[in-house]
């Protein structure tokens, strides 16, 4: 089993950054590709970004491209998501999720555990 734990969320103005980190509990975290998502209020949960088992695999949504990166230290039991630019429609709650499977990793069917979530507000 793996506990997820997010932070480095907050308040930041339109163009800014914020670094959020998911750290993960237990031995098999080098075993599982992650994935952050994110959900808004009165929207459904929307795929962000996945990084494969040992990093040498990423993906990103559309919105996201060019401006986020997922990165991952297996040695730290911790995943990453730089955000630089941040617009205002980035407002969310982020989660980081964790998955055995090795297709379909941008659904979020595919994941098995995930993080409580830490908030992210971008004024305009």
């Known amino acids: 089993q793996v506990q997820l734990v997010e932070s480095g969320g907050g308040l930041v103005q339109a163009g800014g950054s914020l670094r959020l980190s998911c750290a993960a509990s237990g031995r098999t975290f080098s075993r599982h590709s992650m994935g952050w998502f994110r959900q808004a209020p009165g929207k459904e949960r929307e795929f962000v970004a996945f990084?494969?088992?040992?990093?040498?695999?990423?993906d990103y949504a559309d919105s996201v491209k060019g401006r986020f990166t997922i990165s991952r230290s297996n040695a730290k039991n911790t995943l990453y998501l730089q955000m630089n630019n941040l617009k205002p429609e980035d407002t969310a709650t982020y989660y980081c999720?964790?998955?055995?499977?090795?297709?379909?990793?941008?659904?979020?069917?595919?994941?098995?555990?995930w993080g409580q979530g830490t908030q992210v507000t971008v004024s305009s």
């Open positions: 990084i494969n088992w040992n990093g040498d695999g990423t």
């Open positions: 999720a964790a998955t055995r499977s090795g297709v379909g990793l941008n659904e979020a069917r595919r994941y098995d555990y």
